[in-house]
């Protein structure tokens, strides 16, 4: 019912003169006005269907890269002995902590998207947590596999868990290397609850539409008998509030745990108070990078750009422009308390990262990490999914070079120049790393088979007609304005189907 | 045995509408009956005060669930730093005063023991997991998972009764009303 002043206002509105007011729509999270049942229908439909011949081939040789680099690399230095590696007297931490760091940092976006933008209310996350949350655990169990191997006899491993020793020793609570096992060991266990308790819903979906008898009962004792009754949702959202509040301050914590490593030590160009902000937001960094270089193929792959638009693309290049910037500033802020404290160790240590024997890592890790994400100030950059292809394998490279040019070009050289050496990964370095590359892809190759890799239920949330007073909703259409969509240019171009 | 007698379970109504539901909701809460549920693929905003639930207790759980690991970080590490095996390195001592370092691994375990109750706390307040229910029998439930929206009123409600709940749910306008029967008597 309009009063009498909505009628007159209405009437004002109609009889607005001069040129119509432009007004920017909000960017639809989901575009082109998709049913609940769509969404089902998509995403169920990737693990339903035949996997698409591109799925194989990639799933092929990442599998075997897998199983040559971790299986076959880790027999043969588990069967001959840790030396097979290039770590040295002087070189205590190569390539496996740099490896460790890596891929741990990689972990903290899919962290990031779904506790902090969850707390904040960044509704644009639900696209993209579900495969970003796979990444982080499938990124925590490669980090796993190097410290795991590197304590030399691995069969010993058991020695960091807080029980006696064989010689009824304790282990050092004191020790940053302690602190480690336990932030790792809980990040990782509860990042699988966070991804899984999320994923309870949507296996309960796929239960409901299986057809096989396997296939039924496997996805029904994962989903636990979920029935989507309302007083489940209820303890459900608090069960999930409550976890993004304690991964938020956790995901901050473990990567300032493990820049403790290095920062507690005495060793010039590591014991500096910057370190914890720094790889914090170096792992936040990396990270998103890593979760657009695999989602951007998966999208174009399985047809979900309607679920992960041009928007979210966009947002993630900003924050990789922004941490990009942070680690920037990072870096430039080392060099300078290098110059300005006076400390000459200190100076020496970044003069031989600038221009040592390994001047070229510090230099790719400059061009990569700073230069690079600087083209996301330009739209253009953003909307070109090349270019943030591009970007996102620099920042990949660039990062980590970052922890090989932290440990790798600072151990070997310390305080004493007649101890100093040149160190060298050997060939099992190598295929380690690459291997455990090939394991991340062939994990998440297997993720987006068998599991839903968008989160369904809330996708469905962030539906107009989910909101339960949207019948309510009366169209107050402004005739004084011209509504444009954000990404008009896309649509008219036929990159987004209408 | 094709004459045993099956126990009903209660009327199942669909709703076209998050808006329908949500006002179907209401007046089940207003019209007292006490063993009904909503049911829908994906949490319905402000559908818990239409139901009329009480808030989860689950924060309180997962707050001494946090205390409990607090208090075990702090144990582990004091009494085999400071009582079991002391030991003096980065020149600190071997007593209280070295609790700082005690820290990262306190806060850890909090967390972990935070994470652990949440989860065991949450499926203890719902009650799963179940193997079956008796909604599973209805066919039409299996949209709950899809884009069905719900409501069950159950028999065992005292406001219950056979003719007048599937009136009062056709009343709310909900549509394909089925009478659900338990399977597993």
Not at chain 1, 162 to 178: C, D, G, R, V, Y
Not at chain 1, 425 to 450: A, E, H, K, N
Not at chain 1, 463 to 475: M, Q, V
Not at chain 2, 77 to 87: F, G, L, N, S
């Amino acid at each position: 019912m309009a009063t009498a002043t909505e009628t007159k206002s209405s009437a004002e509105v109609k009889e607005r003169k001069g040129p119509k007011l432009p007004v920017l729509l909000r960017e639809e999270l989901i575009l082109n006005n998709r049913s609940a049942n769509w969404v089902t229908e998509r995403i169920c439909g990737i693990l339903e269907k035949p996997q698409p011949m591109l799925w194989w081939l990639l799933f092929i040789p990442a599998a075997l890269v897998a199983a040559i680099g971790v299986g076959f690399g880790l027999t043969y230095l588990v069967s001959t002995g840790v030396g097979v590696w290039g770590n040295t007297n002087r070189a205590m931490w190569g390539w496996p902590i740099v490896n460790f760091v890596f891929w741990i940092g990689i972990g903290h976006a899919g962290t990031l998207i779904s506790a902090i933008l969850f707390l904040t209310r960044q509704n644009w996350r639900t696209s993209i947590n579900r495969a970003a949350e796979a990444m982080t655990i499938f990124a925590v169990m490669c980090a796993g596999i190097f410290p795991a191997f590197h304590v030399g006899r691995v069969w010993m491993v058991w020695f960091l868990a807080p029980i006696p020793n064989a010689n009824a020793i304790w282990q050092n609570f004191k020790s940053p290397l302690l602190w480690d096992v336990f932030a790792v060991s809980t990040y990782f266990t509860i990042s699988l609850i966070f991804w899984y308790l999320g994923m309870v819903p949507d296996l309960a979906t796929i239960r409901d539409r299986a057809t096989g008898k396997v296939r039924k009962a496997l996805y029904g004792i994962f989903s636990l008998g979920w029935r989507g009754s309302n007083r489940h949702w209820q303890h459900y959202e608090v069960a999930y509030l409550l976890l993004a509040a304690i991964s938020t301050p956790l995901v901050l914590s473990v990567h300032s745990i493990v820049s403790f490593d290095f920062a507690t030590s005495v060793v010039p160009g590591w014991h500096t108070t910057i370190f914890p902000p720094y790889f914090v937001a170096g792992a936040v960094f990396g990270g998103f990078a890593m979760v657009l270089t695999i989602m951007i193929p998966a999208r174009a792959l399985y047809g979900l750009q309607d679920m992960i638009t041009m928007k979210h693309i966009d947002n993630m290049a900003k924050i990789i422009l922004t941490t990009g910037t942070i680690v920037g500033y990072a870096y430039l802020m080392e060099l300078f308390v290098a110059y300005f404290s006076g400390a000459k160790y200190e100076a020496m240590a970044f003069k031989y990262r600038l221009f040592g024997p390994e001047a070229i890592g510090y230099w790719t890790m400059m061009s990569c990490n700073v230069i690079s994400p600087q083209l996301f100030w330009w739209r253009k950059c953003r909307e070109n999914l090349w270019v943030v292809m591009g970007v996102c394998m620099a920042v990949n490279i660039g990062m980590w070079f970052e922890r090989f040019v932290i440990i790798v070009t600072t151990l070997p050289r310390m305080w004493l120049p007649g101890d100093w050496k040149t160190y060298a990964p050997s060939p099992v370095d190598v295929m380690t790393f690459v291997g455990t590359i090939g394991m991340f892809l062939t994990l998440f190759l297997l993720f987006l088979r068998f599991l839903p890799c968008i989160n369904i239920a809330e996708v469905k949330w962030t539906l107009p007609e989910s909101d339960p007073h949207h019948d309510d909703k009366e169209e107050l259409d402004d005739p004084g304005v011209v509504k444009i969509a954000t990404y008009q240019k896309e649509i008219d171009n036929g990159a987004v189907k209408a | 045995m094709s004459t045993s007698v099956k126990k009903v379970y209660g009327y199942l109504a669909e709703f076209e509408s998050a808006s329908k539901l949500w006002k179907a909701c209401e007046e089940c809460r207003d019209a007292g009956f006490q063993k009904w549920d909503a049911f829908s693929s994906f949490p319905v905003h402000g559908l818990d005060k239409a139901m009329g639930l009480k808030k989860s207790i689950l924060p309180y759980l997962v707050f001494f669930g946090g205390l409990t690991g607090l208090a075990t970080g702090f144990g582990l590490a004091y009494i085999t730093q400071v009582e079991i095996y002391p030991t003096i390195v980065q020149a600190k001592p071997a007593n209280i005063f070295t609790v700082p370092a005690f820290f990262p691994i306190m806060f850890e375990l909090t967390i972990l023991l935070s994470g652990f109750t949440t989860l065991f706390g949450l499926l203890g307040l719902m009650g799963l997991p179940r193997l079956n229910h008796p909604l599973f029998a209805s066919e039409q439930f299996k949209r709950v998972t899809d884009d069905g929206l719900f409501i069950a009123i159950e028999a065992r409600d005292p406001k219950f009764s056979p003719l007048g709940t599937r009136e009062f749910l056709e009343q709310l306008g909900g549509t394909n009303i089925e009478l659900v029967e338990d399977d597993a008597n």
